[in-house]
């Protein structure tokens, strides 16, 4: 099935999409209106958005693909709270922080981690918690010497290495 639209010089093929669910206190736009069975054709963006008094916390649109699936995972509405910035361009509400937590890293060998944050009384680590790798004298850092506890419960990037210089 292929739907041409003339006017944005578009064209969208084959890929039908299921709708999604809306988060709790939230709703989702679609750029397409649904087809007749209220499936959306390859190309339909889903932005998502909170009701007042709500924060989104992931990716605010999703496209649906060719292969029939949407992109990306489904964002959350949280209540609005304090927010805690851990860089510049990463922040998180208190609260966001205190519901997703990821397990405590393995050492390296010929190196040492240390965490931004202290394990809650699980032994995890908070969602938006910083670890940084770092090597002894006469050996250097092979990989991200960063990595991020992110919203879906792991770690950001690999684990690095200490290589000697």
Same mark, same amino acid.
């Given at each position: 099935?292929?739907? =041409?639209?003339?006017?944005?010089?578009?064209?969208?093929?084959?890929?039908?999409?299921?709708?999604?669910?809306?988060?709790?206190?939230?709703?989702?736009?679609?750029?397409? =209106? +649904?087809?007749?069975?209220?499936?959306?054709?390859?190309?339909? =963006?889903?932005? #998502?958005?909170?009701?007042?008094? #709500?924060?989104?916390?992931?990716?605010?649109?999703?496209?649906?693909?060719?292969?029939?699936?949407?992109?990306?995972?489904?964002?959350?509405?949280?209540?609005? =709270?304090? #927010?805690?910035?851990?860089?510049?361009?990463?922040?998180?509400?208190?609260?966001?922080?205190? !519901?997703?937590?990821?397990?405590?890293?393995?050492?390296?060998?010929?190196?040492?981690?240390?965490?931004?944050?202290?394990?809650? +009384?699980?032994?995890?680590?908070?969602?938006?918690?910083? !670890?940084?790798?770092?090597?002894?004298?006469?050996?250097?850092?092979?990989?991200?010497?960063?990595? !991020?506890?992110?919203?879906?419960?792991?770690?950001?990037?690999?684990?690095?290495?200490?290589?000697?210089?």
């Amino acid at each position: 099935m292929c739907l =041409i639209v003339v006017y944005k010089i578009l064209s969208f093929c084959s890929g039908l999409c299921r709708p999604l669910d809306s988060p709790p206190d939230g709703s989702i736009e679609y750029s397409l =209106i +649904a087809d007749e069975n209220n499936e959306y054709l390859a190309g339909t =963006i889903a932005t #998502f958005m909170c009701s007042d008094g #709500f924060e989104l916390f992931g990716y605010m649109t999703r496209a649906c693909q060719q292969n029939m699936t949407w992109s990306s995972d489904s964002p959350s509405c949280l209540g609005k =709270i304090p #927010f805690i910035c851990l860089l510049a361009d990463y922040c998180l509400s208190i609260n966001y922080t205190s !519901v997703v937590s990821c397990s405590g890293l393995s050492g390296i060998e010929s190196g040492s981690i240390e965490y931004t944050t202290s394990p809650n +009384a699980d032994g995890n680590f908070h969602s938006g918690t910083i !670890v940084s790798y770092s090597c002894v004298d006469d050996f250097r850092i092979v990989g991200t010497d960063t990595r !991020v506890c992110e919203p879906n419960m792991n770690w950001s990037g690999e684990v690095p290495t200490c290589e000697r210089k």
